[in-house]
């Protein structure tokens, strides 16, 4: 069932001393499909001196010559998109389509930094004194550590180590232990595709926080990107400062999705069912807070339940399934207590709310009613697929309410009115903004939180300006 390239020895991260091995399972069936070698501290600071060794030699080649073999690698992710496919949706879930969709889309920032990497242009700044000279290049930053989740196995890698390798540095990627295969065959690819094996090195471990130490500690690691939750983001951040090294947090969210009185209802309820339960609601864009104008209340619900009770359930490789499984069992308790904590402050269950009999790792698909903006299934980020429905009177409530938390990655709002429209985006203290559009995350633009929802962008031109550094040229005595 494994893809063709992994084989045992072949296998990125196999060079590492084979005395502890983890399992990799499959969250809707629960059986092992992979037993791979349990990577230590020693084995990340192995992986930073060769990354450190290959340094030199790809910074020297030419920005086309990257550009050709990020190019080769896009090919090749293409080329095997229904493998790779195939490996996601067995080690995370996601029903196979989706899975398809992640790597043509994780396969978009592949092509998207090997055409920006031709592109990292400098500065010629007219001198303030006439013997002089004042240029500005811009440098890849050197040595970047990438630590990545699980609930986008692929792109949140392809996101990172593109613009990485495009800018001239090399790479030590740490992917989530519950869905290394797709990290295993990725990196695989990029070897294929030309990617020197030293400048792009694959940890693979359970010791996640032993790991980011060793990868945070080491002075040769330049930069540090994270995609994960906001605790542990803070924690790196921390260790980072020591080093004063470069940073980029992709770390949690708390997604308002706003209906006004003036939406299109059809199209808001298809945008929030995007929104909200691609990935089994496991995204850190996935809205978490539905905010209904009051008017409009009933309408949106009755049509928001008929959405919700079309969506099949189980295993994402069975043709027609449209939600998979929670990535484990203590996701399913999560999402458990938040539903149970809102039912006991008062909240109405109108779909779900319960476990699903496809098997322990499945919720049922819910819709809440009558929730207040105080409960924990509104403050805390669900990675679930619930949809906590509140009521409310007007723009500057829904604004209030909206931008009442911590995070601030993704908002969305429907209405009609354009005044509306600039006043609400505008006034939403969030990095990315959906305006009667469900779903927006692309290569061409910045995808990036504000608030404890991270620092930096990724994706973009300025997702490759992240791995750079300007350095000012002064030529004097002319
Ligand atoms: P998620 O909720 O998406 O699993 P995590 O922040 O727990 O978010 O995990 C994201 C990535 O961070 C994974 O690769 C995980 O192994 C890693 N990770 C978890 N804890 C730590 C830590 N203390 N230090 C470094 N990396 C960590």
New binding site residues.
Partial sequence: MLAPWYRAGECPGDGHARSRTFAVTNPATGETLAVLADASAGDAETAIARASRALPAWQRLSAKARASVLRRWFDLIVEHADDLATLMTLEQGKPLAEARGEVLYGASFVEWFAEEAKRLYGDVIPAHQANQRLVVLRQGVGVVAA?????FPNAMITRKVAPALAAGCTVVL?????TPLSAIALVNLAYRAGVPDEALQLVL??R??E???A??ADPRVRKLT????T???K??MR?CADTVKKLGLEL?GNAPFIVFDDADLDAAVQGLMRSKFRNAGQTCVCANRILVQERVYDAFLDRLAHAVSQLEVGNGLETGVTLGPL?NESAVAKVERLVNEARSAGAQVLAGGQRHPAGPGFYAPTVLTGVDAGMSVCREEI?GPVVPVLAFRDEAEALAIANDTPFGLAAYFYSRDVGRIWRVAEGLEYGMVGINEGAISNEVAPFGGVKESGLGREGSKYGLEEFTELKYLCLGGL
């Fill in positions: 630590i990545t989740p699980w609930n740490k992917p989530s232990e519950l471990s359970t996640a926080a790991i980011g130490q990868l945070c994270f995609t994960g939750s605790p542990v983001g924690t790196l260790q949690g990535i990675f």
